[in-house]
T-cell receptor, first 111, second 114 residues
């Protein structure tokens, strides 16, 4: 079983739409969770951390369900600039060298 | 702060050649990492370092070597390049804060081995 699994997409959505990405992880001892954004041919950049209580940053909302080992990212009012690949990242140990990256979900926001 | 910088941006190697990918960070981060990203794949950890003089293998270390003589620099060495090492290489760094630790990435080096 893959450690961190994401739907690869692509998700093609019109501007203004709401889109949700899901991610599952296999290690029940995982401690921390993040969403990174990666633009084409660029480095990954931290989008937001994911907390058990859920957290929101503007149009972005992240949720964690530890019982189901499931993480989600919701983007409201999609902008053209949101087009990118979104990486689900899971920390499974005490050090960040134990991060596991999903393969990413590609989003294209269409005018 | 420049953050994490990597050189070169692009490189083409012939099979069997050697090269060093440079990585420097100016954020005084203790932890540094090298990842590779193959097309359509997740990032794989090659090597990491928790401080100057300390390095350890990640998930895919074969064919690579690293050193960490200073806090700022973490070069990655390819001794005998093989086509399987064609990839994008990302260096990253972080300041350890337990479970809040999140790496910052450099812009990457695109390597092709022919």
């Amino acid at each position: 079983r893959k450690e961190v699994e994401q739907d690869p997409g692509p998700f093609n959505v019109p501007e203004g739409a709401t889109v949700a990405f899901n991610c599952t992880y296999s290690n029940s001892a995982s401690q921390s969770f993040f969403w990174y954004r990666q633009d084409c041919r660029k480095e990954p950049k931290l989008l937001m951390s994911v907390y058990s209580s859920g957290n929101e940053d503007g149009r972005f909302t992240a949720q964690l369900n530890r019982a189901s080992q499931y993480i989600s990212l919701l983007i409201r009012d999609s902008k053209l600039s949101d087009s990118a690949t979104y990486l689900c990242v899971v920390l499974s140990g005490a050090g960040s060298y134990q991060l596991t990256f999903g393969k990413g979900t590609k989003l294209s926001v269409i005018p | 702060n420049a953050g994490v910088t990597q050189t070169p941006k692009f490189r083409i190697l012939k099979i069997g050649q050697s090269m060093t990918l440079q990585c420097t960070q100016d954020m005084n981060h203790n932890y540094m990492y090298w990842y590779r990203q193959d097309p359509g794949m997740g990032l794989k950890l090659i090597y990491y370092s928790v401080g100057a003089g300390i390095t350890d293998k990640g998930e895919v270390p074969n064919g690579y070597n690293v050193s960490r003589s200073t806090t700022e620099d973490f070069p990655l060495r390819l001794e005998l390049a093989a086509p399987s090492q064609t990839s994008v290489y990302f260096c990253a760094s972080s300041f350890p804060r337990g479970t809040a630790d999140k790496p910052f990435f450099g812009p990457g080096t695109r390597l092709t081995v022919l």
